[in-house]
């Protein structure tokens, strides 16, 4: 049976400039509770764009699905709950296309975060953020197509929500690059988005 010493891992990932497993985790846990806050308080509208992009440039992609997997089932827990969304099949099948397209939102993300190293980083994060906005928006509006709801794809609600995606996504830089000054004490080096390899 193999086991890991998770402090010797830790201290041979700090040796080599990467992120310990204790910052991942809490930086990934930052990224739940930043989801589930957002649920919260825009009435159960997740910025599922802004976090594929968070979590993308910052974990390994089976860790930022994982992530996001957990967010989307906290969205929809929050959603049933706490905001009593009908319990009908067609609320169910507009669940399932909203975590289907999160996911596919953050796969995009990731390999545009990897593929692009070449770009600058602003430009690999933004670049990021509109092609994984565009695959969830397209994968939401393809469901529409039979769940029904076309109507709420005009110009203005899309622009709202990726508006709202970007000033999520501003912060989330924010507070990534806050989290690697004032916890480096404590958790070694972390995750940084603009740091992104």
């Known amino acids: 049976m193999m086991t890991h010493n ?16 204790v910052a991942n985790f809490v930086w ?22 802004a976090l594929a992009v968070a979590l993308a440039g910052t974990v390994r992609l089976a860790a930022a699905v994982r992530a996001m997997t957990a967010i989307w089932l906290a969205n929809q827990f929050i959603g049933f709950v706490f905001f009593h969304f ?15 397209a ?19 980083i602003l ?3 933004g670049l ?19 769940l029904g709801g076309v109507e709420t794809f005009s110009p203005a609600i899309i622009a709202q929500i990726a508006l709202s995606n970007v000033i999520w996504l501003i912060g989330l830089v924010a507070l990534n690059e806050l ?3 004032l916890c480096k004490p404590w958790l070694g080096i972390t995750p940084r988005l603009l740091n992104a390899a």
């Open 6 to 21: 998770y402090s010797t891992l830790d201290t041979t990932r700090a040796q080599a400039g990467e992120p310990t497993a």
């Open 28 to 49: 990934i846990l930052i990224l739940t509770l930043a989801g589930i806050g957002g649920s919260l308080v825009i009435s159960c509208i997740a910025p599922f764009v």
């Open 86 to 100: 009908p319990r009908t099949p067609n609320t169910v099948l507009w669940g399932l296309a909203i975590g289907a």
């Open 102 to 120: 999160a996911l596919v939102s953050t796969v995009i993300a990731a390999n545009v975060m990897k593929r692009a190293t070449a770009a600058p």
């Open 123 to 125: 430009a690999r994060i």
């Open 128 to 146: 990021a953020f509109v092609l994984g906005f565009a695959a969830y928006e397209g994968g939401l509006f393809v469901a529409a197509l039979s």
């Open 179 to 181: 989290l690697s000054v």
